[in-house]
């Protein structure tokens, strides 16, 4: 699946940087656009179905977060896809390998693809953005 316009919701800088040089090493020409927190995500997302501007095909989203974790912005965010008929992509990039928090995941199946453990390598990232 082709992807043009990404999120990535993590609070994080590190992990910005890496997907970014993922990115640029695996020649895959997105620029995602980054948030620290998903209330911040979110609310973007609010506007954009508001204003009917393009949404993100993907979303690359931590799950411990500060202000709106993303557990929480996955609450949000079912709430907001009865306003729109476009189908964002949403996986799950976390540092946390817990069984909890995997099968929690796997709760959100009809909205969340896949789990990834941080730190992302470039075998995960050609997984979602070259297959």
Do not use: C
Request: glycine letters at 4%; hydrophobic letters at 45%; aromatic letters at 10%.
């Amino acid at each position: 699946m082709k992807f043009n316009n990404v999120f990535v919701v993590d609070d994080d800088k590190i992990h910005h940087f890496i997907i970014r040089k993922l990115l640029e090493s695996n020649d895959i020409a997105i620029e995602p656009v980054f948030f620290e927190n998903g209330l911040d995500a979110i609310n973007d997302l609010k506007e954009k179905i508001n204003n009917g501007d393009i949404l993100p095909d993907l979303i690359l989203l931590d799950i411990n977060m500060p202000v709106l974790d993303g557990w929480q912005f996955l609450e949000e965010y079912i709430g907001l896809r009865i306003k729109t008929t476009q189908q964002i992509v949403i996986h799950i990039i976390s540092s946390s390998d817990s069984r909890i928090d995997i099968e929690r995941a796997e709760s959100y199946k009809d909205i969340v693809g896949n789990y990834f453990v941080k730190p992302m390598t470039s075998d995960a990232i050609k997984s979602i953005f070259l297959s």
